[in-house]
């Protein structure tokens, strides 16, 4: 698996399984009829923000995370990120090895920790994936989030030092 710089072209590879995870509205807090143009905007972000997609040998997409500062002013030395790999190549690692190039990103680029400010308390895959690489839920706000199956259910705030 390679990750690298994702570009403009990548988006039409990106958007079905980023529409597929937007649209069932069980992990993101994105608006779940987030159109492909508005999605792209959302999600490609320019420099010094970056957006990654992890590719197989044959350059196929399997997955894409976006990393970038949380805060503006005196609290940008925080980087948050976020990830989304496809559905039909989940649970082959690729959302560890796009968290962890996220952190590698953060700590070269001199953040201080990362913080993720919305992470779904029935996402228990990334929630368990998070905590094995160091990440702590700081506190959970109670039904902030409408599942569309479970009803109100937390959203975490997660953090890990780096």
Excluded at 23 to 46: M, Q
Excluded at 75 to 99: E, M, T
Excluded at 101 to 117: C, D, I, P, V
Aim: overall charge negative.
């Amino acid at each position: 698996m390679l990750i690298r710089e994702a570009t403009p072209e990548d988006w039409p590879a990106i958007w079905p399984f980023f529409h597929e995870i937007i649209a069932a509205g069980e992990t993101f807090t994105y608006p779940v009829d987030l159109d492909a143009e508005r999605g792209r905007e959302w999600w490609l972000l320019p420099a010094p923000n970056r957006t990654v997609v992890a590719v197989d040998e044959a350059g196929t997409v399997l997955g894409t995370a976006k990393m970038n500062n949380n805060h503006l002013g005196n609290a940008s030395h925080i980087a948050s990120a976020s990830y989304l790999v496809d559905p039909a190549h989940a649970g082959r690692g690729v959302g560890r090895a796009l968290c962890e190039y996220t952190l590698a990103w953060a700590r070269e680029s001199g953040f201080r920790a990362m913080q993720f400010n919305a992470v779904v308390e029935t996402n228990v895959r990334a929630v368990r994936l998070y905590r094995s690489l160091g990440f702590e839920v700081l506190g959970t706000l109670p039904e902030g989030f409408r599942h569309p199956t479970e009803g109100y259910v937390g959203l975490h705030i997660l953090h890990r030092a780096l």
